[in-house]
């Protein structure tokens, strides 16, 4: 099956300062990535849909100046939090989905990014 | 709106039991019905999905799960459960069409008592 990498797996950060967290298919091709947030032993959280060589769409409540979001190739899609703090820290989590049409556009999940900001 | 329930929190089995995991949704139309598996700190690993046909479907791991139109439900289901297979489990659907997104349920955890 189609692979989705994330790095860092996990990331520790002081108050203030940006984490820029990577998401990759490895193995296909995705015009479409997603970035989820999920609080601990909650759902996931959709926060922004990344489209290859556009602007991300961001989900309602979600500050897309915290949350960077590029996606500036076909491959890789970035997320950067920006001035962190405590309230952000959370498990990340990006999918992406592979090009093409009907029951073939199915999404793959990243391991995820455990982010804790002191 | 679409909408997944997952009405139960925590669901406790037997090792060697049958093991049911309940989800049903609301969305307009004949969507697309997934199940997925997290394990403590990981990412989403897919177990089966629905999108058309029979409506039994057989995943990973052993587990199937059953599409039924007139009650709107999708139940995850496996025969014989194992001690590894306690973790949290969601079903999302995702409509034909449209924007495609997933919609998630709020999850259940699975814990198999050995």
Redesign the interface.
């Known amino acids: 099956g189609a692979v989705v990498s994330q790095h860092p797996s996990w990331v520790i950060c002081k108050s203030g300062t940006s984490v820029k967290i990577e998401c990759r298919s490895l193995d296909f091709q995705a015009t479409t990535m997603f970035w989820y947030r999920q609080f601990p032993k909650q759902s996931l959280m959709l926060m922004a849909t990344s489209n290859e060589g556009s602007k991300a769409t961001y989900e309602q409540g979600v500050e897309k100046d915290k949350f960077l979001i590029n996606h500036a190739s076909l491959t890789l899609s970035t997320l950067t939090v920006t001035s962190a703090h405590p309230e952000d820290s959370s498990f990340y989590i990006c999918s992406a989905r592979e090009s093409g049409s009907g029951a073939r556009d199915e999404q793959f999940f990243g391991p995820g990014t455990r982010l804790t900001v002191l | 709106a679409q909408s997944v329930a997952q009405p139960e929190d925590q669901v406790n089995v037997a090792e060697g039991n049958p093991l049911t995991v309940k989800c049903t949704y609301s969305v307009s139309g004949n969507p ?1 019905l997934f199940w ?1 598996v997290q394990y403590p ?6 177990l089966l ?1 629905y ?2 046909g029979d409506n039994l479907v057989k995943g990973s791991y052993g587990f199937e799960a059953e599409f039924n139109k007139s009650q709107t439900s999708f139940h995850l289901k496996k025969p014989s459960a194992l001690v590894s297979d306690s973790a ?1 489990y ?1 079903c999302a659907v995702r409509p034909r069409g449209g924007n ?3 919609a ?4 259940n ?1 699975v814990v198999v008592i050995p």
């Not at chain 2, 700190?41 to 897919?46: A, K, T, V, Y």
């Not at chain 2, 998630?104 to 999850?107: D, E, T, W, Y």
């Open positions: 697309y997925y700190n990981r990412g989403l690993q897919f999905k999108i058309t949290l969601f495609n997104r997933l998630f349920g709020k999850g955890q």
